[in-house]
């Protein structure tokens, strides 16, 4: 992705990007998880007032993971 960004300065739209781009380079099952780690990241960071503003994860979709 090439950005070099502070974690308060993180958007919805970056959360995007990153995931579109592991769900193309590898799977959606391997996105989900990158997915729901920045998830739990960026929670802690908001909890403990690192970062000013909401969780840039909360208003994005995890990516569909399709069962086999």
Do not use: Q, W
Not at 19 to 24: D, S, Y
Not at 29 to 38: D, K, P, V
């Amino acid at each position: 992705m090439g950005l070099d960004l502070e974690p308060d300065e993180v958007r919805a739209r970056h959360i995007d990007d990153f995931i579109a781009g592991i769900v193309t380079a590898t799977s959606a099952a391997n996105a989900a998880f990158h997915y729901r780690n920045l998830r739990v990241y960026f929670g802690r960071l908001v909890k403990r007032e690192e970062i000013t503003g909401r969780n840039p994860v909360v208003t994005t979709e995890a990516p569909r993971c399709r069962r086999s």
